[in-house]
């Protein structure tokens, strides 16, 4: 289809007779381009110039498809070389305006259509220049080493497209932001004089571009944006750009670079240098003072433009005024900013596919997309007619009644009121959508009249905390504090509040970023005060990692568990992404921190119970396992070579392999190898295949339980191994299988009961898992079983005795009690099920207790398990209801589903007796033999 055909729309000539003037050019076209021409000379006196000058060219492209003519247009760069480039340049700028106005006046051409003709014609162009200048200095041998074959790298100079040249936004009259750097590395010691080279190439480059003559110009160049542009040169290298962007970036910098592109020159190195630059843009933590940073550059610039206060219609600025373009281009890069460092989907530089982004996360609602992308567009046409009247870069509507009836003709429109009504519309949509954001009106919550004095002796400190040493802190956490004071003042207890919180923030290194995302999301503050007021150990956690808050408002901390593998395939991905590996190891942290904090507030807030918790907590660490194991594996491999034979595996046994840990678990982990005849590794530093295993071990044990600047992620035991302490860290599958076979006690067979897979290659994983079935389901003694068992809980009993009602793990009927119970009874069933749920309905099925004691058992079990949940959450192990504020005592009422203290101990008293009577009617008490395990087993045993 040609143009003709897909005219949609077309201005009203305002000067009719210059427009039926100019058209007469045209009468062998078509009606539809006869009047899309009129319409276009009848508004414009730039454009009745370009269509007078241009005609014969026109003539020929408006008959083609509209591709097919944007493609003659940059077919045009081909011709130009040598002396003729400039003015060659100009003309083909004159073509593409009038091209492109047409294009765009006759709703040929979308706005993204329109502003990416203007970009690649800019990136074109620049491209021309440089060419021209770079092939001049080469062959006069002014930069050394290069010769005209490296004119297909520019000889490493390369130009970054900022601001809406680099997001392929350019407008009808747009200046373009480019920053020139060069690689260094190319040029070794001559660095120095292939700078002042290409300083001057850059110098001239601008100059073809921006100078004005009686062809016009080009495009006007800025080359500003660099780094203090007041003192360096027009080119610097990489290596100094990066310097300075690392020790002194600001804000508006990251901004900035959203937008940056590598448009011309060297695009492979251009690429490299942005990559180096991303951590700086893109922040790990939602970065909150990004709003503030925005919010001040906008009242800065209304200030300097004159342009605060109330929309008015003349003279407004649709790009810098309330309501305008760069609202909408802020509000998107700063929501970009606070949370593109966490999601690398929303590093793109568009502004539509900006909100389209945030909107699919979840960061702004679908409709204010709409609305927003829609005003956008509908504000960049304005923009364009007003640019297109006489080619100036200007943004400001007219200020006479004569002006706003020429723009509204050129916008197709003949009643000027109406087009006003609407434009006015449109802009207070926007202004309403942004001063919320940008300057949350949050009613003032006056300071409280009555603080207790014990209250106010400790809010007289804060101001000396670590959190509290920036102005910009101050100033921010000021407005913070009379609602903190209020919500702690409400709270159940104030004053442990108060205390609570008063550790929180002491344990704060720094407070801006925290305090700008408190200012933000008022929310969080009640669920800070919520935590403080109930969970201690969950405060002090979080003022150790206060990055964990930015999950909350990820989109998807409310959503439904995911499960292990999905959560194992996330850290996976995530760590894959990640070239160094202490920083793989930095990120399991953060990550790691996030889903725990996300358990820890979900059981707090009762949406999730103890036991749905203690799944989730366990998911977690098999997570964490499966996604960082082949990390570990790779890094290992890096220096010592791919492990040899089959590889390993890690079993998780205990609560790990039960899927039930708490909030403060450590991990029970074995792991086994099976090296297949292989001696050694092959690789930089080969090892032994024993020693290899042991050492890979080592570096699983590190990396899990290191304590680095994001903390630790658990403490790691591995006596359950065979042999214990005494033997290797890790065991090879045939060791493994014969010691189990031959030699093991009957506790490691019960403690096998709980075993799983957790991570490692999947073939030895079937093979271990065969064999753990195969061992357990195999021919038992009864009586030795019972009598082994009895020996055990009897050693338990004397090692650990419960240490008071509070301690449901220890003692007879306590959970470590009930539990070794059930794995009695699954190796006396022969089964392999690994829950407790699943080895009681295992041992009932096979005649091995009765339904009633699995009930039993189960109900006990359940009770101190929300109990158990509960205070390790709280930070609280096995204290009385003394040591318990208030707060915390009514989430454990809650959640037990009993009305006071006193009950609940009494119910846990009387639930431990009688499980244990249950235990001991099921199986008997039946002492061991006159014999003690190895002496490495004994404490082995008693940690089971």
């Known amino acids: 289809m040609d143009f003709a055909s897909r005219i949609t729309r077309n201005p009203i000539p305002h000067d009719p007779d210059r427009g039926a003037d100019v058209a007469g050019h045209f009468t062998h076209l078509a009606p539809e381009l006869t009047g899309l021409i009129g319409g276009a000379a009848g508004c414009s006196p730039y454009l009745a110039g370009l269509l007078t000058r241009e005609a014969e060219w026109l003539s020929e492209v408006l008959q083609m498809p509209p591709q097919a003519a944007r493609r003659a247009l940059m077919d045009g760069f081909a011709g130009l070389e040598g002396a003729g480039t400039a003015e060659g340049l100009r003309r083909l700028k004159g073509r593409m305006a009038v091209l492109v106005a047409l ?243 929303l590093r793109v530089r568009g502004t539509v596919e900006g909100l389209a982004r945030l909107a699919e996360k979840g960061w702004i609602e679908q409709g204010e997309r709409e609305l927003l992308a829609e005003r956008y567009a509908q504000h960049r046409e304005v923009e364009h007619r007003l640019q297109m009247l006489n080619d100036a870069q200007t943004h400001q509507l007219p200020r006479s009644p004569e002006g706003f009836d020429r723009l509204a003709r050129f916008m197709g429109e003949g009643d000027t009121a109406a087009f006003r009504a609407r434009l006015e519309e449109r802009l207070g949509d926007v202004a309403r959508l942004m001063e919320p954001f940008f300057a949350p009106d949050a009613p003032a919550v006056p300071m409280p009249d009555e603080v207790a004095p014990e209250m106010a002796e400790i809010i007289d400190r804060w101001p000396g905390y670590p959190a509290l040493r920036s102005e910009r802190a101050v100033e921010t956490f000021g407005r913070l504090r009379p609602g903190i004071i209020d919500r702690l ?92 590996y202490e920083d793989q190891l930095v990120e399991t942290r953060r990550w790691s921190q996030e889903w725990h904090f996300r358990i820890g507030v979900h059981h707090l807030r009762g949406l999730v119970d103890a036991e749905t918790a203690g799944r989730q907590y366990a998911d977690l660490a098999r997570a964490v396992l499966t996604g960082l194991w082949p990390a570990i594996g790779a890094e290992f491999a890096r220096r010592h070579g791919p492990a040899p034979g089959r590889g390993a595996v890690v079993l998780g046994m205990g609560s790990l392999g039960a899927g039930s840990l708490n909030a403060a678990s450590d991990l029970d982990l074995i792991v086994i190898y099976d090296a297949d005849g292989v001696e050694a590794s092959d690789g930089r530093r080969p090892l032994a295949a024993r020693t290899y295993y042991a050492r890979l071990t080592q570096a699983l044990v590190t990396a899990l339980s290191a304590r680095m600047a994001g903390g630790q992620l658990y403490e790691v035991d591995m006596r359950l191994r065979p042999s214990g302490r005494q033997g290797p860290v890790a065991t090879s599958l045939a060791s493994f299988t014969t010691y189990q076979s031959e030699e093991a006690w009957t506790w490691e067979h019960l403690a096998l009961t709980r075993a799983v897979v957790v991570a490692g290659a999947p073939d030895l994983a079937a093979e271990t898992e065969v064999f753990r079935r195969t061992l357990l389901a195999g021919p038992r003694d009864r009586e030795k079983i019972l009598a082994d068992w009895a020996d055990m809980r009897r050693r338990l009993a004397e090692a650990k005795p419960a240490r008071g009602p509070w301690d449901v793990k220890s003692g007879p009927g306590g959970l470590q009690d009930i539990e070794l119970a059930a794995q009695a009874a699954t190796l006396l069933a022969g089964g392999a099920e690994t829950t407790l749920q699943g080895q009681l309905d295992q041992a009932v099925a096979a005649g091995i207790i009765t339904e009633a004691t699995a009930n039993g058992l189960d109900h006990a079990h359940a009770l101190q ?63 061991g033999p006159d014999r003690a395990p190895a002496a490495n087993a004994e404490d082995r045993e008693t940690e089971n």
């Open 103 to 345: 294009a765009d006046l006759g709703g040929i051409w979308d706005l993204e259509q329109v502003t990416g003709t203007l970009t690649e014609f800019a990136d074109r162009a620049v491209q021309v220049a440089i060419d021209h200048f770079l092939a001049a200095e080469i062959r006069r041998g002014k930069l050394p080493g290069m010769t005209e074959d490296d004119l297909t790298t520019s000889a490493g100079l390369l130009v970054l497209a900022m601001g809406k040249m680099g997001a392929g936004e350019l407008n009808y009259s747009s200046d373009i932001d480019l920053i020139c750097l060069f690689d260094e590395s190319r040029y070794g010691a001559e660095a120095g004089e292939a700078r002042a080279v290409l300083i001057r190439v850059v110098r001239r480059m601008a100059g073809m571009l921006s100078d004005l003559t009686d062809a016009g110009y080009v495009f006007r160049t800025d080359l500003r944006l660099r780094p203090d542009p007041s003192v360096t040169p027009v080119c610097l290298s990489m290596d100094a750009a990066e310097r300075y962007y690392e020790s002194e970036g600001r804000t508006w910098e990251r901004a900035a670079y959203i937008k940056a592109r590598a448009a011309a020159g060297d695009l492979a190195a251009g690429q490299r240098f942005l990559d180096i630059l991303r951590p700086f843009v893109w922040r790990r933590h939602l970065d909150f003072v990004a709003i503030q940073d925005a919010h001040d550059m906008r009242l800065r610039i209304r200030a300097h433009k004159g342009l605060s206060g109330r929309i008015a219609l003349e003279g407004h600025d649709m790009k810098l005024g309330v309501g305008g373009i760069r609202e909408i281009e802020f509000f998107t890069q700063t929501h970009q900013l606070i949370s593109g460092g966490r999601d690398a989907d």
């Open 489 to 580: 003042n409400r709270s159940a207890r104030p004053q442990e509040a108060l205390i609570q919180f008063d550790q929180f923030l002491k344990g704060l290194p720094a407070g801006v970023q925290l305090f700008a995302l408190f200012d933000a999301n008022r929310h969080l503050v009640d669920l800070l005060i919520d935590i403080c007021a109930t969970a201690p150990g969950l405060a002090s956690h979080l003022s150790r990692n206060p990055g964990v808050l930015d999950a909350v408002l990820g989109g998807s901390f409310f959503e439904e568990w995911p499960g292990a593998e999905a959560l194992g395939s996330e850290l996976s991905a995530r760590l894959a992404g990640i070239g160094d």
């Open 865 to 927: 398990t929300r109990v158990n949940q509960g205070m390790r959450l709280l930070g609280r192990n096995e204290v009385g209801p003394e040591g318990l504020g208030r707060g915390a005592q009514d989430f454990l009422l809650r959640e037990t589903g009993e009305e006071s203290m006193d009950r609940l101990v009494a119910l846990v008293e009387s639930c431990k007796a009688e499980a244990a009577a249950l235990i001991e009617g099921a199986f008997g008490i039946r002492p």
